[in-house]
């Protein structure tokens, strides 16, 4: 991930967790995708985050 990404990422993964801090599994996945980024990067900037990864069917997060 280059850094210029990190900052987008952060910025997108708060606006779809919400003040309650859940984001659902697909959206995790549209994210990475639309950003260009690791899905692992993702996990690992939610976890640093607090949000939580909710209805995830390949057991990702």
Known sequence: ????????LIETLKAQAGEDKHIACADAFKIAHDLDVPLADVGRTCNELGIKVMQCQLGCF
């Open 1 to 8: 991930m280059t850094p210029g990404n990190i900052p987008r």
